[in-house]
């Protein structure tokens, strides 16, 4: 689940954002039989994990919705290729939601952050966040939601230190903390498209939500949070 991202809490390999929520793995045909999926993006408050009603999202087509009282929203959206939901709200900061589509129905959960919460990160690890550049935060949860603890996170694009949230609060890594969410967040990339990859953890495979595999590499706009998520098994 993507801060921006996840509750607290086989072989290895790798998965790269440059190539996974509630999901299949994109092997089946599109569900709607009409080259269709239905997606549903579950917004919650990253601090209190509450659904967060009335956020407006725009769809890949450019359909508008607004996240109801549990903080989802659901739109029909093309199979295969990739997607971005776009995220905007009171107190807020722009979210986007990217990630390979695949071919089967899912749902999609991610905190969402406010602007108090990155003021709060930002005052405690003595950073700035200039808003002409955006923040990258990768998700890297198992499937039941629970944080992948151990694994790490890279982009390819410049970045300042990254920052995890552990069970004393924001830190300086790269890594899952125990404890903790299962997000890494790079800040102040310049706007353009990332690459990232994924280290599991020992023992453990990971690959993009939610379409599987490998993900595409992903945009990044100035002043915008750009989600994607991974997940282990």
Sequence with gaps: MGVGCTA????????????????????????????????TVLLLNATSGAGMAGLDVESPAGDSGQSGADGSVSFPIDAGGTFEFRVRGNGVLDHLVFGPTGSDDFVYPTFVATEALLDSVNGSLGTMTAPERGIVAVGIDYEDLSPAVGATASIGAMHDSPWVIGGMGAAFGNTVPSGGMGVVIFPNVPPGETSVTVQPPPGRTCSAFPGGGQMPNGPVFMNHVTVVTFHCR
Excluded at 25 to 38: A, I, L, P
């Design 8 to 39: 607290t809490d086989g072989t290895q390999d790798t998965g790269t954002l440059g190539g996974s929520a509630v999901a299949g793995d994109g092997s089946n045909g599109d569900t709607n039989g009409d080259g269709t999926v239905n997606a």
